[in-house]
């Protein structure tokens, strides 16, 4: 592992502060959206569900421009029944907002759970500055958000998608937050 000095320099003072901002930045806008998903946890469960609806859409239109550019008509079948495949579940999460529900919450837990070992991960990249235990701290409120999710299903679908996206939005928002003015710390060093 690198270990990041503060020397002084002013090229090393300017990295700080631009990583710091960044993580400031990143840290305020995950606060908002998780104070709206907390406060509207069903809506944020029909929201979410219905972005991957179409990201599925637009995988089928990406699918169905393969299938009209393909060189082999064996490639050109196989992009039609992706294409036709994407489009339908797609179709079905944007469309028919109540359905499908409990299968998106089953992902979102999985989804969590990896997204705590990343940030278990980045806490000790950033184990140098003074902050990092709150990088470790949101890591485990990812783990626990996505454990939670499994424990409850499938009573809990239609507001656990929300609630608890919003959770670990404050949470991982506050840990950006921490972080930044612990590297703040170490910029004026």
């Keep these: 592992m690198t270990l990041v000095v503060n020397d002084g320099t002013p090229e090393m003072r300017a990295l700080l502060e631009k990583g710091r ?3 400031r930045t990143v840290g305020i806008i995950l ?3 998780g104070i709206l998903a907390v406060a509207f946890p069903f809506a944020t ?9 179409w ?3 637009i995988g089928a239109i990406g699918h169905f421009y393969g ?5 082999t008509p064996t490639r050109r079948w196989i992009d039609v029944v992706q294409g036709v495949l994407f489009g339908l579940v797609g179709g079905w999460l944007a469309f028919f907002p109540l359905t499908g529900i ?4 089953v992902l979102l837990a999985i989804a969590f759970i990896l997204q705590g070992l990343l940030e278990l991960a980045m806490a000790f990249r950033l184990s140098q500055f003074p902050g990092w235990k709150w990088m470790v701290f949101s890591g485990g409120i990812a783990m ?3 454990i939670l999710i499994f424990a409850e299903l ?7 998608i929300g609630l608890l996206l919003g959770l670990n939005l404050l949470s991982s928002g506050f840990s950006y937050l921490m972080v930044s003015m612990a590297m703040g710390k170490v910029s004026v060093r």
């Design 55 to 57: 990201l599925f859409i």
């Design 67 to 71: 299938a009209w550019n393909a060189d």
């Design 154 to 160: 499938p009573s809990s679908a239609t507001w656990a």
């Design 21 to 23: 901002k960044r993580l």
């Design 31 to 33: 606060l908002l959206l």
């Design 45 to 53: 469960t029909i929201a979410f569900k219905t972005v991957i609806g």
């Design 144 to 146: 626990l958000a996505g």
């Design 102 to 105: 409990v299968t998106l919450t």
